[in-house]
């Protein structure tokens, strides 16, 4: 694409490397810039590196919060015993939508995979187990974890279990229950799926 | 969406001002810059802000530029004397990649659209008007009119054509050939085009 400006250029290029935009979604984003008022193209900015400056991690889940503890882990109706492991901030948003949640999480930040060079100590597993170990913020009685069902995920779900057994300070460890989709037809459901509901059926209420 | 933090939804709700960009897509993004460099977010801030501080629109053409006078106007090597109107910067860089129009450009910015509340004044057509009638930079010989065939398209291409008519200055106006595209079978054309094509027909070379 030969673009009539080294400026547009720039901008074209830093907007194309957002996740899935292409160079002509970037340009058509910088056009459409270009055509805004300088002081709202201003903001624009400004909210953006804000999320580098004034957005923190939450210190003891790692969810990004406005401030040191997010409202989650500061919160008294909570169940700071319950602590449920997911990949990263938007399976947060999810599992809180469900609004069928009362305890806390732990953001690892990723999962373990070799192949993209993500070891163990480039997550947050270390604070996960100093968190069990030292009951701080509160002690934990139970570690649920929910990790996506891919190789990268069973394999960190399993490193995660054996460091987590190794602490010896019986935490209980479990998993998401995983079968057919509620509204779903047993038909078109896939066989691994459907095997695991019928495997680990649960009593009828 | 319920968002964990207000500095995030900031960041999401200015993302998703852009076009075609919905507030999933916004969270995607904020969330890929939260997890990159403070520096890499900077940068992308500032090529973005300099998108109005140090974009230029050209002073002939009104194309974007990172000078006063655009590379294209600017060119010994291009006939100042043709100047094909077009709608946006997009259409000025599909005709350059063609390589085939060794003419200069007037961008125009949008296309009268009364519903959208845009007439003559909001765009470029007065600054045309004066090219063409004080010859600056050079004669206007021609004027190709390259706007979108759609009823706003061909409303503005009729309002310039008998504003251009009224300055008596002997201006040949001249409009793209429209008709079925190279590659493309007649059955699959559609009738319009079909039509124009059949009765807009060349000599045969």
């Known amino acids: 694409m030969n673009l ?11 907007l194309s490397l957002l996740p899935g935009v292409g160079k002509r979604s970037a340009l058509r984003y910088a056009l459409h810039l270009v055509k805004e008022d300088e002081m709202r193209v201003r903001e624009f900015a400004e909210a953006i590196v804000g999320l580098k400056t004034q957005l923190h991690r939450c210190r003891y889940c790692h969810n990004v919060s406005d401030s040191e503890v997010c409202p989650i882990c500061s919160s008294e109706k909570r169940q700071r015993g319950i602590v449920c492991v997911v990949e990263n901030v938007q ?3 999810a599992l809180e939508n469900t609004q069928q949640y009362k305890g806390v999480y732990h953001v690892l930040g990723g999962v373990i995979s070799p192949i993209d060079g993500v070891g163990p100590a480039d997550l947050e597993i270390g604070s996960l187990l100093r968190r069990v170990q030292e009951s701080e913020p509160a002690k934990v009685e139970e570690v649920i974890l929910a990790l996506p069902t891919t190789m990268e995920g069973d394999t960190t779900n399993f490193y995660l279990s054996r460091q987590l057994r190794l602490l010896d300070v019986g935490v209980k460890i479990t998993t998401l229950a995983r079968g057919v989709a509620i509204g779903d037809s047993l038909e078109y459901a896939d066989e691994i799926t459907l095997g695991r509901s019928i495997v680990h059926r649960i009593p009828f209420e």
């Open 4 to 14: 009539p400006s080294k400026i547009l250029e720039q901008a074209v290029e830093q």
């Open 91 to 93: 399976d947060v948003m």
